[in-house]
């Protein structure tokens, strides 16, 4: 009796490559985890102390980095002012000029040329600023 191959099946579960939220992990959700872990456990097998305290640190280490991170990408930022820039803008527009300021929202960074703002992410070329 002959078998015929069999198509790939995907999981309705799987959770989209572009998804934003596929790798993020703030502390409040890792805390909530943390305690549905904990209250779901086999009691004749609890978590070992050394094990919730390297999660907990492991947490810590994270929340570090993306601090310093965050930290540098403004220092990066601020190092602009007076550069000359070329990228474009929130609308798809080609912008080039001199950086006066930056303008931070949340965790966006953006550079102002002129009245038009710039994310820092849209910038394509950077270059001294023209001296006078």
Not at 30 to 38: D, P
Not at 77 to 93: E, P, R, Y
Not at 100 to 120: C, E, F, W
């Amino acid at each position: 009796m002959a078998v015929s191959a069999t198509s790939s099946i995907t999981s309705p579960y799987k959770v989209p490559e572009n998804n934003p939220n596929r790798a993020s992990l703030d502390q409040t959700g890792f805390i909530k985890l943390l305690v549905t872990q904990l209250a779901t456990q086999d009691p004749l097998s609890p978590m070992d102390n050394k094990d919730m305290a390297q999660q907990l640190v492991q947490l810590t280490q994270i929340q570090s980095i993306t601090q310093m991170q965050t930290s540098m990408q403004k220092l990066q930022a601020a190092s602009l002012i007076g550069k000359q820039v070329d990228g474009t803008d929130t609308n798809g527009i080609s912008v080039s000029g001199i950086v006066t300021s930056l303008k931070l929202s949340g965790d966006n960074i953006s550079v102002m040329v002129g009245a038009q703002s710039i994310d820092i992410t849209a910038i394509t070329s950077v270059s001294e600023g023209i001296s006078k």
